[in-house]
């Protein structure tokens, strides 16, 4: 390969690599169990990668992204095989769910939402009717369905 010919590849492999450090992918697979999934940029398909959390150390979150979800990629170096996925995107199949900058909201694909509006000072929890909420600390326990409530614990003081 000639000296000419080899730095106009460089400089195009450069290239392409700087336009691919960050990308925007759909979701098309995930491993839950190792906590990777597989994604499609344009007409690239990844290999497993990672998914990011809001917290992956002694405190941990889980909130696995799904099959339809657009994403952000970072990648570094443009090889794909390095990246990580780091964020949701809003698209017109998923639009927002909220509109208020008050409002911290998170909704389930089976109608269960959960709601803080700071500026009201007011948190909802709501479920489907099938659904059941369950508060526990040591051995006492508070259990919440459409038709009862159960308190239980060792011992029950009324004020």
């Not at 979701?27 to 990011?52: G, N, Q």
């Not at 990580?84 to 809003?90: A, E, K, P």
Request: proline share 6%; with cysteine; hydrophobic share 35%.
């Amino acid at each position: 390969m000639s000296f000419e010919r080899n730095l106009h590849y460089d400089a195009t492999e450069t290239e392409r690599r700087a336009s691919n450090t960050v990308l925007m992918a759909r979701v098309e697979e995930i491993d839950a169990e190792k906590a990777r999934i597989r994604v499609s940029a344009a007409e690239i398909e990844s290999a497993w990668i990672p998914f990011s959390s809001s917290r992956a150390g002694p405190d941990r979150t889980w909130h696995a992204p799904e099959p339809g979800e657009q994403i952000v990629l970072v990648v570094p170096c443009g090889d794909l095989n390095n990246a990580v996925y780091v964020g949701s995107v809003y698209q017109d199949d998923y639009p927002a769910p909220a509109h208020d900058v008050d409002v911290s909201l998170t909704q389930w694909q089976d109608g269960a939402e959960q709601r803080y509006d700071r500026k009201q000072h007011q948190w909802t929890l709501s479920l489907p009717a099938e659904g059941m909420i369950r508060l526990e600390v040591g051995g006492s326990s508070l259990t919440m369905t459409r038709d009862r409530i159960t308190l239980s614990s060792p011992r029950i003081e009324l004020n």
